[in-house]
């Protein structure tokens, strides 16, 4: 069984630039969660995809966005990025809620700088 | 999702038993209780979840109080790969609507350092 992987492992961007990352789920996971984790705080949850579309959202402005394929990959882009964005970014993958079995498995994440 | 209290950190020596406290006095009869555990450099790892009775797995037991306001995540046997920051995090299980939106909300964690 394939865990969950995340591309690239470390990125430095500018400001003002444009980032994509990717991440592939687990075998027979549909539902693909992101978080961002700043230094020294916990994760926080930006938003959900389940069967290609968003499924929740946090708080985070429109400037990041997502995609999920129909292999259950997904993408999260960030546009137009700021120095506040420089943090671990983690993609979680899952079972549907409800299934009584929607525990999340992490990646190992990937480390944006903005500089 | 309702809030959760944990200490800052905690220390504990190798091969001793841990117990790792978590406060959630606004918890809902819905709310499932789950534990992660982050390790340095990496993601955050499923540990153990409950929803009224003590639950027991591999890595280590979960002790829920009777009123469900507090639970324990215990460590039987603390090893040098035990230390991470802990998160204690409340889920709502109430399926609404049949979506599938389940995010975690993690709070600042307690950080475990095991010494040898």
């Known amino acids: 069984e394939t865990g969950v992987t995340q591309s690239p492992t470390h990125l430095i961007k500018t400001r003002g630039q444009q980032v994509t990352l990717r991440c592939s789920s687990q075998s027979g996971h549909n539902t693909v969660s992101w978080y961002q984790q700043a230094l020294g705080q916990g994760p926080q949850f930006i938003f959900q995809?389940?069967?290609?579309?968003?499924?929740g959202r946090g708080n985070f402005p429109p400037r990041f966005s997502g995609l999920q394929f129909p292999n259950y990959s997904s993408e999260l882009n960030v546009n137009a990025l700021e120095l506040d964005d420089s943090a671990l970014y983690l993609c979680?993958?899952?079972?549907?809620?409800?299934?009584?079995?929607?525990?999340?498995?992490f990646g190992p994440g990937t480390r944006l700088l903005v500089l | 999702d309702a809030k959760t209290t944990q200490p800052n950190s905690m220390e504990s020596n190798e091969e001793e038993p841990v117990h790792l406290p978590c406060n959630h006095s606004?918890?809902?009869?819905?709310?499932?209780i789950h534990w992660y555990r982050q390790l340095p450099s990496q993601g955050p790892e499923y540990v153990i979840h409950?929803?009224?009775s003590n639950v027991n797995n591999r890595m280590a037991s979960l002790a829920i109080a009777e009123d469900r306001k507090s639970s324990t995540l215990i460590l039987h046997r603390a090893t040098l790969r035990d230390a991470a920051v802990y998160y204690c995090?409340?889920?709502?299980?109430?399926?609404?609507?049949?979506?599938?939106?389940?995010?975690?909300?993690f709070g600042q964690g307690t950080i475990l350092t095991v010494h040898p």
């Open positions: 409950g929803l009224t």
């Open positions: 606004t918890i809902s009869g819905t709310d499932y």
């Open positions: 995090i409340l889920r709502d299980s109430a399926n609404a609507g049949g979506t599938s939106y389940g995010k975690l909300t």
């Open positions: 995809y389940y069967r290609e579309e968003e499924n």
């Open positions: 979680a993958s899952s079972l549907p809620r409800g299934t009584g079995q929607e525990t999340q498995y």
